[in-house]
């Protein structure tokens, strides 16, 4: 009887697909970006209780140095010596023929700062808004312009319409405690990460929910709040903080 061979294994191999990739876990998920670095800033006012004011609120701030004050005839020299992120200019200064000068010199440097004007008014344009990067009310206090300096730095505003003061809210502690209950649990959580300087995509990411979602949320905060931005939404919850205004919903 005839011996039938025994069958060869095929030379030819057959392709295997791909690994599928692991599954992503909260720990591999990408880092969400860190809060703002540290920043340093010089203050261009010739009024003493400004200054003091920006001290005492600097001094209990982590993430901001005052290095130090300056009147306007030395701004420039002042740069020079102390490299600030962030020049700080009071409104007051407006009248004093040395500060336009100032203000393009420091325009022009290489690694210009960003420069900042504070006023104490909420319509009425400023004259200077053209030569700053940004406007900022310090009706709601000096801790709310620092919280508006957070949002700045993160890049969460491109731009400011000229002549347009932003952070110019206004409101008592008892009329922000009544406007804050109006929002619900999941609003006031997005408010807090508003406050914090995160941008809808981040936002999104920490809550795992949809940027749209995201969206959605914040249009309806700022039109419970009777805000028109984010800055302004930012610094109300900063101001409910400070008065110690609890969660409500």
């Known amino acids: ?17 791909p690994p599928l990739p692991p599954r992503a876990t909260i720990d591999s ?30 001094a209990a701030a982590a993430d901001f140095t005052l290095a130090g004050t300056c009147r306007v005839r030395d ?14 200019v ?5 009248s004093n023929r040395e500060w336009p000068g100032a203000a393009v010199r420091l ?8 420069i900042t004007l504070v006023i104490d008014r909420d319509t009425e344009p400023s004259p200077l ?6 406007v900022l009310s310090v009706k709601l206090g000096i801790a709310a312009v620092l919280e508006a300096l957070r949002v700045l730095k993160l890049g969460a505003v491109v731009s400011v319409g000229p002549q347009s003061p932003i952070c110019a809210v206004d409101m008592t502690a008892s009329d922000l405690a009544e406007q804050l ?17 995160l941008s809808n995509r981040q ?5 795992f929910i949809s940027p749209n979602t995201v969206k959605e949320y914040v249009s309806r905060i700022l039109g419970k709040l009777g805000v028109t931005s984010r800055i302004e939404a930012a610094v109300l919850a900063v101001q409910a903080e400070i008065h110690g205004i609890a969660e409500t919903r």
């Open 181 to 197: 209950s109006t929002l619900t649990r999941r609003e006031r959580e997005i408010l807090t990460l508003i406050a914090d300087g």
């Open 107 to 114: 325009q022009e440097l290489e690694y210009p700062p960003m």
């Open 1 to 17: 009887m005839a011996i039938e061979p025994e069958p060869r294994e095929s030379s030819t191999r057959v392709a295997q697909p």
């Open 129 to 134: 808004a053209d030569r700053v990067d940004a």
């Open 90 to 94: 009071d409104g007051a200064v407006e």
């Open 29 to 58: 998920l990408p880092a969400l970006p860190q809060q703002p670095r540290h920043s340093t800033l010089l203050l261009v006012t010739e009024t003493p209780l400004l200054r003091t004011q920006f001290e005492a609120a600097v």
């Open 203 to 207: 936002v999104s990411d920490r809550l």
């Open 75 to 88: 701004t420039v020299a002042a740069h020079e010596r102390l490299r600030p992120d962030i020049v700080i």
